[in-house]
């Protein structure tokens, strides 16, 4: 499923015009599908409040609609009219024409069963200003459900921030596209619930298209089929690098990861004593009696290492350990590796290739990129410039390639602890070796954890859910996809 900015939506508005299909067609398009939405509220009273756009051209045509079937519906409109868009014009004269009723004052919302938020959709600009500040504060403070269309006023397509104030919604009803901003947070949770209503727009600009939503559906695809007759070596083998005299728990973690999601060997090679043994046998393990990693030390594991597939370096290994990781980056940078945790920093002093993922949650990707994160162009271009692959860890995660990329929104507050990237990592290695493309890889394994913390936070509580947990888990979400 594709997801556009404002600017491929309006792209694609004006590509599906040119070619013939009217601008009044798709607004009666999108707004017979809210009018249906509002409908099943089963409302006494509703108020459409317009703006004086397209998305309040939106909000006339869900009026008009409205009281056409009976229901007793007012429409109160917000801006300047005279610079109001002709979708607006053309509205407001069908409007006169059908008697809906407009109101010139707002005195208290709660007299309202439903609101209708068609004051400014993806043709937000800048901050709120105005006399809408105090209307969302109104909105929000009231006890009615509102339906926003398009997108919530306030909040932007882009980036799915608040533009100064935004409206709360409980239902958002958006067209032929999911914006970016109903996936990243804030606006993910003003959106409320997200319906996504069909839409005959030309759908040859999709070409153009570079993200997607992850879904169970794209999972099935890209899982790896186990062939029955097959050995150890089908399903590669892993080199998990990973811990320090402080962090002896993410190697366990990372290890099991990998290990319980299919990969046909592990090894895991620490600098101090870990009890990986204790939790799965079937790990090969090696430690150094040491606190932290040595440059020297590579000699030591360069069998292990050159007998992997993959590399996974990161997970627990601390900030003393950075000559040693910077050694194995560059000696093996010919072999997939998977840069994870204290690693991740490391890469400013190497050369990147695409053989590379890197893992950061946000604080670890600002500090790559020295500034705040304003917007998800920052890690695309990031990780077209580094020429490296970027899993982008948040509650909404974005695996990109620089040229494609796919937001995972499966993520949970279960998942909100430490261990579940060093967990995520493991599987991340584990793909990668059964053969899967990095990004697939990352695809899949985070799929896998978020869905397995979700299920499990359910059954149990989101509270207790543990990386462990999850770990032990893993089974049950490739047993749906399997299909039996
Ligand atoms: N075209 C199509 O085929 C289809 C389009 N569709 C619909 O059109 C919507 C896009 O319409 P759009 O492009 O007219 O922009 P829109 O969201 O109404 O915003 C413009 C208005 O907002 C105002 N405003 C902006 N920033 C502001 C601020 N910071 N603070 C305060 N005010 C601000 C701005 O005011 P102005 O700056 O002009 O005074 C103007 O009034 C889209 O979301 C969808 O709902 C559907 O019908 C499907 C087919
Ligand atoms: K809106």
Redesign the pocket.
């Known amino acids: 499923m594709y997801i556009v900015n404002s600017k491929e939506m309006?792209n694609i508005?004006e590509l599906?015009?040119s070619k013939g299909l009217q601008?009044s067609i798709?607004?009666e398009q999108?707004a017979f599908s809210v009018k249906e939405i509002v409908e099943d509220l089963n409302p006494k009273k509703i108020l459409v409040m317009a703006?004086?756009?397209?998305?309040?051209?939106?909000g006339l045509a869900v009026a008009r609609l409205l009281k056409n079937d009976g229901y007793d519906v007012q429409v109160y409109i917000i801006?300047?009219e005279e610079?109001?868009?002709y979708?607006f014009v053309n509205q407001k004269d069908i409007c006169k024409e059908y008697q809906v009723d407009f109101i010139d004052e707002i005195k208290d919302l709660n007299n309202f069963d439903v609101l209708v938020d068609g004051i400014?959709?993806?043709?937000?600009?800048?901050?709120?200003?105005?006399e809408?500040l105090d209307i969302i504060d109104h909105v929000n403070s009231c006890n009615c459900k509102v339906v926003s269309?398009?997108?919530p006023t306030g909040i932007s397509s882009d980036t799915g921030k608040i533009?100064k104030k935004a409206i709360k919604a409980d239902i958002t009803v958006t067209?032929g596209y999911l914006k970016i901003g109903h996936l990243l947070y804030p606006g993910r949770s003003y959106s409320g619930e997200i319906k996504l209503s069909q839409?005959s727009f030309y759908k040859g600009y999709e070409k153009n298209l570079k993200r997607f939503l992850l879904t169970e559906e794209k999972i099935r695809d890209i899982l790896p089929k186990r062939p029955k007759d097959s050995h150890k070596y089908n399903f590669g083998s892993i080199a998990v690098i990973a811990g320090s005299k402080e962090y002896s728990g993410a190697p366990i973690l990372s290890a099991l990861g990998a290990q319980l999601s299919g990969a046909g060997m592990v090894y895991l090679i620490t600098p101090s004593y870990t009890p990986i043994l204790e939790h799965e046998p079937s790990v090969i393990y090696t430690d150094f009696n040491k606190n932290y990693f040595e440059k020297n030390d590579l000699i030591k594991i360069k069998g292990k290492i050159e007998k992997s597939d993959v590399i996974l370096i990161g997970p627990g290994i601390g900030q003393n350990s950075n000559d040693f990781i910077k050694e194995i980056l560059e000696k093996y940078s010919h072999k997939k590796i998977v840069i994870d945790a204290d690693a991740i920093g490391v890469i400013k002093k190497v050369k990147t290739n695409k053989n590379m993922l890197i893992t950061p949650h946000a604080g670890e990707f600002q500090k790559l990129l020295k500034k705040e994160i304003e917007s998800i162009e920052d890690i695309e271009n990031y990780s077209l410039e580094k020429n490296i692959n970027v899993l982008y860890k948040s509650t909404t995660s974005l695996i990109t390639d620089g040229d494609n990329s796919y937001f995972n929104v499966f993520g949970n507050d279960a998942l909100s602890k430490g261990g579940t990237g060093d967990l995520v990592s493991g599987v991340i290695a584990s793909y990668i070796a059964q053969g899967c493309t990095v990004i697939d890889s990352t695809l899949i394994a985070t799929y896998l954890v978020y869905k397995t913390g979700y299920d499990l936070g359910i059954e149990n509580t989101n509270f207790t859910v543990t990386p462990l947990q999850i770990a032990k888990n893993l089974n049950r979400e490739l047993i749906k996809l399997r299909g039996d």
């Open positions: 309006k508005d599906t015009i601008e798709l607004m999108a703006g004086t756009g397209n998305n309040g051209g939106d801006g300047n610079n109001a868009s979708g400014i959709g993806v043709g937000l600009a800048g901050e709120i200003k105005g809408l269309i398009d997108i533009m067209f839409m």
